[in-house]
């Protein structure tokens, strides 16, 4: 069992910046990822960004490319999520999720179904 924490959304004006965190607890050595993903009113969750744990590879969906950057500290077995340039269409709850072995893929980290463990979610709104 892994358990994930997030924390960071809020209120912030368009062109404003938010740090989004996820702490990781329990089994989690058999993750080799870590994403983001985002879920607004009526739509479907999407994929924001993933990191492979081992390497720091990673990925990014078009729409936030240049404005956010996923990171993940090691020895906190925290990832991040900092988003800057944020635009009112980026307003969205937001989770964090584990990917658990045994490879990890790029196809498949922007996957939902690739994810066995998922935060509460953290809203973030971005006013214009």
């Known amino acids: 069992q892994v358990t994930l924490v997030e924390s960071g959304g809020g209120l912030v004006p368009a062109g404003g910046s938010l740090r989004l965190s996820c702490a990781a607890s329990?089994?989690?050595?058999?993750?080799?990822?870590m994403g983001w993903f985002r879920q607004s009113p009526g739509k479907e969750r999407e994929f924001v960004a993933a990191?492979?744990?081992?390497?720091?590879?990673?990925l990014y969906a078009d729409s936030v490319k240049g404005r956010f950057t996923i990171s993940r500290d090691n020895a906190e077995n925290t990832v991040y999520l900092e988003m800057n340039s944020l635009k009112p269409e980026d307003t969205a709850v937001y989770y964090c999720?584990?990917?658990?072995?045994?490879?990890?893929?790029?196809?498949?980290?922007?996957?939902?179904?690739?994810?066995?463990?998922w935060g509460q979610g953290t809203q973030v709104t971005v006013s214009s």
């Open positions: 999720a584990a990917q658990l072995g045994p490879v990890w893929t790029r196809l498949a980290a922007t996957n939902t179904a690739a994810y066995t463990y």
């Open positions: 329990g089994r989690t050595l058999s993750r080799v990822g």
């Open positions: 990191i492979r744990w081992s390497s720091g590879t990673t």
